[in-house]
Nanobody, 125 residues
């Protein structure tokens, strides 16, 4: 069974940085697209950043381009989201997810079948 566990959330001021971590069971990330999604209150989950299983392609949501970076350490089964220059609109619950490689580029939650329980990020102005 695929298990994902996020950590690293917290409360920061606008302009500061956070790094989220996702621990991935077994070798899931070797053959899945891995991604990060945000869910704001009353909204659907929205794709933030994804990476294909091969690690050669990454895709980002428009609002985070140039500020967030997704990366993986295959040896330790970890996926990271480095978030710089945080803004109040980045506030929400962040989920790590594993999904179909061929749907990776869409950043659509429907392509992802495995989810962590989330870690909360709060950015104050």
């Amino acid at each position: 069974e695929v298990q994902l566990e996020e950590s690293g959330g917290g409360s920061v001021q606008a302009g500061e940085s956070l790094r989220l971590s996702c621990s991935v069971s077994d070798r899931t990330s070797v053959n899945h697209c891995m991604g990060w999604f945000i869910q704001r209150p009353g909204k659907q989950r929205e794709g933030v950043a994804v990476m294909r299983s091969t690690g050669d392609k990454t895709y980002y949501g428009e609002s985070v381009k140039g500020r967030f970076t997704i990366s993986q350490d295959y040896a330790s089964h970890m996926v990271y989201l480095q978030m710089n220059d945080l803004r109040p609109e980045d506030t929400g619950m962040y989920f790590c997810a594993a999904g179909r490689d061929d749907g990776c580029w869409r950043l659509w939650q429907g392509d992802f079948g495995f989810w962590g329980t989330g870690t909360h990020v709060s950015v104050s102005s």
